[in-house]
């Protein structure tokens, strides 16, 4: 990272964006063209969880290229000056890479979706899936190799 000032080095804030924001931004490359797509997502253990259809680009390409790359953005403001060049945008970030996979373990799929229902608001203490629904849904797993932190601003 060139600015180092801008570092998130504290380990415990970088693991509070990747639980509590919103998007995850999925970055892929389709042999020699860039792809990014937003995703719902969950984060455990070092790992990205992420609900999918189970068709389409996106799947095509992790089926031929599983490599990733991953921008959480956990919260930005812009903050006004008096002149033009005094604005200025406070941000936090997680990016990093890893190797995402396809999820075929049925266990595990429902483990996935159950990380993702609670992290967007599910209540209730049990969750129930329609089998054939289930049978539909994609669920990714993103390994996380390398992980790093950058805001500007304060945060406190």
């Not at 969950?42 to 969880?49: L, M």
């Not at 994609?138 to 790093?148: A, D, G, M, Q, W």
Request: aromatic share 8%; charged share 25%; net charge positive.
């Amino acid at each position: 990272m060139r600015r180092k000032d801008k570092n998130i080095s504290d380990e415990a804030i970088i693991e509070h964006i990747l639980h509590t924001a919103d998007i995850c931004r999925l970055g892929l490359v389709d042999k020699d063209e860039a792809y990014i797509v937003p995703v719902n997502y969950a984060y455990s253990n070092g790992t990205i969880i992420i609900h999918s259809a189970g068709n389409g680009r996106k799947i095509e390409i992790i089926r031929q290229n599983n490599k990733a790359a991953f921008e959480i953005e956990g919260g930005y403001a812009i903050e006004t000056g008096e002149k033009a060049c005094e604005w200025t945008t406070k941000y936090r970030s997680v990016m990093g890479k890893g190797i995402i996979t396809i999820v075929t373990n049925v266990l595990q799929k429902k483990a996935g979706l159950d990380l993702i229902m609670k992290k967007y608001g599910w209540s209730k203490d049990e969750i129930t899936y329609d089998e054939a629904l289930l049978s539909r849904v994609c669920i990714l797993s993103l390994n996380i190799l390398v992980k790093t932190g950058k805001q500007s601003g304060s945060w406190e």
